[in-house]
């Protein structure tokens, strides 16, 4: 393990390892531990009862979250005729076709999120082995693959976020900033929760949410008991 800093240790010192919070009290402790001198995000980790290894046991999915992630997303579409006019009026920072895909071979990434119209694929299919590994590529299942410009772009600025369970079963995602308050974390929580059980495959046997802990940036892990996810999302 590596050694942990001062403010670290004293940040975890607030922690019961050994209990499991209930939401509120989990992301109250993560707010009041946090020491860094920026606005940390609060992440969550649930750890899940599938086996990624099994096509029908991967939970893949997406969530707009009420209270968005406190941050600016720019939106880069890839698009032509009438659909690039639509995705700027929706708020889009970069829209194009051609001239994108060869400013991104270039070496330019200055965008956090990417959409395409289904006609624009062949095209953005060149790039794919560049936008693919910063998750940048268009997705059908993710809903960036769409002729939906302007409701994607919208969703996408105002929190949408989406996820795939890793390897080991555990799904990663942002909750938004310290500066939100418990109040507006918990209910992206619970948006998001709402949705990772809606997602549970049939094939999944035993226990489905195995684990559930939030974090900010910085600090230390706070476990959730799991149990009290049915009163979250009723």
Do not use: C
Request: net charge positive.
């Amino acid at each position: 393990m590596p050694k942990r800093g001062k403010k670290y240790n004293e940040s975890s010192s607030k922690i019961e390892s050994a209990k499991r919070y209930d939401f509120t009290e989990a992301i109250d402790a993560a707010i009041s531990s946090s020491y860094a001198k920026f606005d940390e995000t609060i992440d969550v980790a649930v750890r899940l009862g599938v086996d990624p290894r099994h096509a029908d046991q991967m939970v893949r999915g997406t969530v707009v979250l009420p209270n968005g992630l406190g941050k600016e997303v720019k939106v880069l579409v890839f698009a032509k005729g009438e659909k690039e006019m639509e995705a700027k009026e929706a708020g889009a920072e970069f829209v194009g076709n051609e001239e994108l895909v060869e400013k991104i071979k270039e070496g330019w990434f200055g965008f956090d999120k990417a959409i395409a119209t289904p006609d624009m694929m062949g095209t953005v299919g060149k790039i794919g082995r560049l936008l693919g590994p910063r998750g940048l590529m268009p997705n059908a299942k993710t809903g960036t693959v769409t002729f939906d410009v302007a409701k994607t772009v919208q969703e996408l600025k105002a929190g949408k976020i989406d996820f795939r369970v890793e390897k080991a079963g555990i799904v990663h995602v942002p909750m938004g900033k310290v500066s939100f308050g418990s109040q507006k974390i918990v209910e992206n929580l619970s948006a998001f929760l709402e949705t990772i059980l809606k997602l549970k495959p049939s094939s999944s046997k035993g226990t489905y949410l195995k684990g559930i802990a939030v974090s900010t940036t910085m600090g230390p892990g706070i476990k959730i008991d799991t149990a009290l996810v049915k009163d979250l999302v009723k």
